[in-house]
C-alpha cells in the first residue's frame, strides 16, 4: 500500500520481465539445448588415412597403447604429457569450474590439434577428416562422466567442430546406423595388444620407482629405462614378444648399480587416479619431486585399477542375485545367467593375476604383490560403505589403515584435484577419523589447482621431515636390533654381492628398504658357517610354516568363495574352447588322416563329445561389458 494504492509486485515483475525480454530479443522458446553429433562415425575404409591420438595414462603407458596399436594395424601416436600449456588451452576453451584433471586432459588435446593446424599447416577439415581421439569414459558421481561433453564443446570453440573423440565406456555401444564396418574393431586381437602394452607400462614403471631412488651414478636408471622402452616399443609395433623384449631389456637394468643400504621415506601414493598417475605439471611433478626429497615412491599400478573394477562387478552381482524379479533396472538380474557371470569376472580376476606374475617374474620385478581386494573391502567398510562409489572410494580409506598397520610406508600421501567431488570428500573428512584412531600415520593430503607449486611443494616438504626421521628411527632400530653397524652391513655386501643386485629385493618386515636389507642380512654378520646354515634353516621353516598358515587357508578362502561358479566355470570354459577349437572327433580325424594319408576320411571313431552338456546360450553383452562409442 502506497499512498491509498496497491502494488501487485508479481504483475509488476511479469511486465518488467517482458519488456527486457523484448528488448533483448529473447522469444518464449524454451526447449533444451543439445549439441548434435556431426559425422561422427569412424569406418573401415578411413583406418590406412586416419591417425588415433591417444594419452591421459603415464608416459610408459601412452607410449606402449600407442605402440600396440601400430603393431595389429592402426596408425596411432600418443600425445606428449599434459602441461601448463595445456591447462591454458583447457580454461581458455572449456566450462568453467571444471576440476584440474578436465582443464589438463581436454586442453591436451586442443593443443595438439592446434600444433597440427598452426605448426604443421594442416587445415581444421583435414584433421577432423585424418584424426581421432581414443581416450575412456565412464559414469558416477565424477566429472570424469562428462568429460566427452568437455571434449565437443572445446573442440567446437577452437575451431574444430565434429572431431571424433572414440570413447570406451562400460554402458551404451558403439552407435551408428550406416552398417558400415567400424574403424576401430575390438576383437580379441584389439584386447590383447592393448593389455601387452598396460601391464608392461606397469612393471616397468614398477621397476624404475624401485631402482632410482638407490643409484649410485645419477641418470643410470633413466638411461636404461629407455632402453627397455625402446626394446618394448619396438616388439609393440611389429607384434612381437612382449616378454621377450622385457627379458632383452634385462640387462640395461642389471647394469644399474644400486646402494639401497640407505634410511630413505617410503611414501605411499593415493588419491585420485589421473592426479596421483600422471608425471607432469598435473601434479606438480610430484613423483620426481618425492625422489629429489630423499624418498622413495610406492606407486599405484593400472592393474590394481583393473582389479578394483572387477571387484566392484563381482560384489554388485552377489548383492544382486536375488533381485532378478525386484529389480527392474538395468542392474537386475533377471533372465541372466548369474553362474556365468561371477565365472566369467572370477576367470578374469585369475588371469590378470597370473599375467601380471608372469610380467613381472620375466623383468626381475620381485616381491611386488598385488592387493587383496576383499580384504580391502573389509577394512576400509567401517569408514567407507563399499556401495558408496565415485573416485577410489574405500580402497583410499583401506590404503591408509594397512599403510600403518602393515608398515607398507612411512609416509601416505593422497594427492587430489582441487574440486574433486569424490576425493575431498574421502580425503579431507573420513580420513581424520583414521589419524585419530592411528597416531602413526603420517598422513598429507594435497590438492593441485595447476598454480600452486610453491604450497604444495611447502606442504609436502613439512609432511617428508616427520616421514624423514621416521625411517632414520626405522634404520636405526634395525642396526641395533641385530648389534651391528653400518660399515660391518656394508663389508658384509661385499663379501656377499647378491645382496647388492639390481633385482634383489629384501623380504618385507618393516617400511623401509633399507631396513628391510638389515633386517635380511643382519643375523649372518659374525657369524660362521654352521650358524649361518641355522639362520637358512630357520628361515625355510618359517616359510614353510607360513604355507600352512597363511597361503593354504587363503587359497582356501578364495576357493570357498569360487565354489559355486565352478560348474557355470566350466561350461564358459567349455563353450569357449568349443567355439575356437574342433570337436573332439574332428580332431581325432584330422589327425589320423595325417598321421595314416590311406585312412577313410568318413571312418566312425568312438568319440565321448556327444555325451558331453550342451552349454546354456551365453548372454550378449552385459551392463558390465566394455563397449565403444563414438562422440562427435
Known amino acids: 500500500m502506497a ?17 527486457e525480454r523484448v528488448k533483448l530479443g529473447l522469444d518464449d522458446n524454451r526447449e533444451q539445448w543439445t549439441d548434435a553429433m556431426v559425422d561422427p562415425f569412424f569406418s573401415a575404409k578411413e583406418r590406412p588415412t586416419t591417425t588415433i591420438l591417444n594419452g591421459g595414462l603415464t608416459m610408459a603407458h ?17 600425445m606428449e604429457c599434459a602441461n601448463v600449456e595445456s591447462l591454458r588451452f583447457g580454461k581458455e576453451f572449456g566450462n568453467k569450474a571444471q576440476c584440474n584433471p578436465t582443464y589438463f586432459t581436454v586442453g591436451n588435446l586442443v593443443k595438439e590439434l592446434c600444433r597440427l593446424r598452426d605448426q604443421e599447416g594442416l587445415s581444421s577439415e583435414e584433421i577432423i577428416k585424418n584424426y581421432v581421439f581414443l581416450t575412456a569414459g565412464a559414469c558416477g558421481p565424477c566429472r570424469f562422466g562428462m568429460y566427452v561433453t568437455e571434449y565437443r564443446k572445446a573442440l567446437r570453440d577452437a575451431g574444430f567442430d565434429g572431431f571424433r573423440v572414440v570413447l570406451f565406456q562400460q554402458q551404451a555401444g558403439f552407435k551408428q546406423a550406416t552398417g558400415e564396418e567400424v574403424g576401430l574393431v575390438l576383437n580379441p586381437q584389439f584386447f590383447m595388444a592393448l ?24 641418470g643410470a636408471a633413466d638411461r636404461a629405462i629407455a632402453e627397455v622402452k625402446r626394446e618394448v616399443r619396438e616388439a609393440l609395433e611389429n607384434n612381437e614378444s612382449v616378454l621377450r623384449a622385457l627379458w632383452r631389456g634385462r640387462k640395461y637394468l642389471e647394469a644399474v648399480e644400486v646402494d639401497r643400504l640407505r634410511a630413505k621415506p617410503k611414501v605411499a601414493i593415493i588419491g585420485e587416479f589421473w592426479a596421483m598417475t600422471t608425471e607432469g605439471d598435473g601434479n606438480y611433478h610430484l613423483q620426481r ?7 622413495e615412491n610406492d606407486i599405484q599400478t593400472l592393474v590394481n585399477w583393473l582389479l578394483y573394477t572387477l571387484w566392484e562387478m563381482r560384489h554388485d552381482t552377489e548383492r544382486r542375485m536375488t533381485l532378478r524379479d525386484e529389480d527392474e533396472s538395468y542392474y537386475g538380474l533377471k533372465g541372466s545367467d548369474v553362474g556365468y557371470q561371477m565365472a566369467g569376472v572370477w576367470l578374469g580376476e585369475l588371469a590378470l ?57 612411512h609416509m601416505t600421501l593422497s594427492v587430489k584435484p582441487f574440486g574433486c567431488m569424490p576425493s575431498s570428500g574421502v580425503s579431507d573428512g573420513i580420513q581424520s577419523v583414521i589419524t585419530e584412531l592411528h597416531p602413526d600415520a603420517i598422513y598429507c593430503p594435497v590438492e593441485t589447482s595447476g598454480d600452486g607449486a610453491v604450497n604444495f611443494y611447502s606442504r609436502v616438504q613439512m609432511y617428508m621431515f616427520k616421514a624423514r626421521e621416521r625411517a632414520r628411527i626405522e634404520y636405526a632400530d634395525a642396526l641395533a636390533h641385530y648389534g651391528v653397524t653400518e660399515d660391518e652391513v656394508r663389508e658384509f655386501l661385499k663379501e656377499h654381492p647378491k645382496y647388492t643386485r639390481t633385482f634383489f629385493k629384501a623380504p618385507h618386515v618393516v617400511a623401509g628398504t633399507g631396513a628391510d636389507l638389515i633386517h635380511e642380512v643382519g643375523p649372518f654378520i659374525g657369524k660362521n658357517r654352521v650358524q649361518r646354515a641355522r639362520v637358512h634353516a630357520a628361515r625355510a621353516f618359517a616359510r614353510g ?88
Open 3 to 19: 499512498d491509498g494504492f496497491e502494488i501487485d509486485i508479481e504483475k509488476e515483475l511479469a511486465e518488467f520481465e517482458a519488456q
Open 62 to 78: 601412452d607410449e606402449f597403447v600407442a605402440a600396440a596399436l601400430k603393431g595389429i594395424g592402426y596408425n596411432t601416436r600418443s
Open 195 to 218: 593389455a601387452r602394452g598396460l601391464f608392461a607400462g606397469d612393471v616397468i614403471n614398477v621397476m624404475s620407482y624401485r631402482i632410482r631412488p638407490y643409484e649410485v651414478e645419477g
Open 289 to 295: 619431486f618425492i625422489e629429489q626429497e630423499g624418498g
Open 353 to 409: 593375476r597370473a599375467t601380471f606374475a608372469a610380467f613381472c617374474g620375466v623383468i626381475g620385478l620381485k616381491r611386488h604383490k598385488l592387493p587383496d581386494m576383499d580384504e580391502i573391502a573389509k577394512v576400509g567398510h567401517s569408514f567407507y560403505n563399499n556401495e558408496l562409489r565415485g573416485g577410489e572410494g574405500h580402497m583410499e580409506v583401506a590404503k591408509l589403515v594397512l599403510n600403518v598397520a602393515k608398515q607398507k610406508a
Open 545 to 632: 610354516k607360513g604355507v600352512f598358515t597363511k597361503d593354504l587357508p587363503a587359497a582356501k578362502e578364495t576357493y570357498d568363495k569360487m565354489a559355486p561358479y565352478l560348474p557355470s566355470l566350466a561350461r564358459l570354459i567349455y563353450g569357449e574352447a568349443k567355439e575356437k577349437m574342433p570337436a573332439p572327433k574332428e580332431a581325432w580325424q584330422s589327425l589320423i588322416r595325417r598321421a595314416v594319408p590311406k585312412a577313410e576320411e568318413e571312418a566312425d571313431i568312438p568319440s565321448g563329445h556327444e555325451y558331453i552338456a550342451t552349454p546354456e546360450p551365453r548372454k550378449e553383452h552385459g551392463t558390465d561389458t566394455v563397449q565403444l562409442e563414438v562422440v562427435g
